[in-house]
């Protein structure tokens, strides 16, 4: 079992930034591949952002359109955390952001993960 606690969410104005941070424990975090999601009120979850393992080619990122150049994802392994910094926050990015963990490859397809957190609400004002 993993356990994911999200933090790091919370009101800011258009153009903002936030650093979300996800906090693992369970089992050993550098051969789980972590990702980003989140959920707008009367939408499905979407993809944010994913990394890979920390083994075979390394920590390998990968970004929906709409956040690239903006947010980034990044592990500390010595600290079981993973984070999502985003910076340039935009009124459409006001969502409840979930982080989640699978085996090894990341994937943009939320089925595949196994864990996840409860979420952290990030809310951005025009």
């Known amino acids: 079992q993993v356990q994911l606690v999200e933090s790091g969410g919370g009101l800011v104005q258009a153009g903002g930034s936030l650093r979300l941070s996800c906090a693992a424990s369970g089992r050993t975090f550098s051969n789980y591949a972590m990702g980003w999601f989140r959920q707008a009120p009367g939408k499905e979850r979407e993809f944010v952002a994913a990394i890979s393992w920390s083994g075979g080619d390394g920590d390998n990122t990968y970004y929906t359109d709409s956040v690239k150049g903006r947010f980034t994802i990044s592990r500390d392994n010595a600290k079981n955390t993973v984070y999502l910094q985003m910076n340039s926050l935009k009124p459409e990015d006001t969502a409840v952001y979930y982080c989640?963990?699978?085996?090894?490859?990341?994937?943009?397809?939320?089925?595949?993960?196994?864990?996840w957190g409860q979420g952290t609400q990030v809310t951005v004002s025009s």
């Open positions: 989640a963990a699978k085996a090894v490859r990341a994937s943009k397809n939320g089925h595949e993960y196994e864990y």
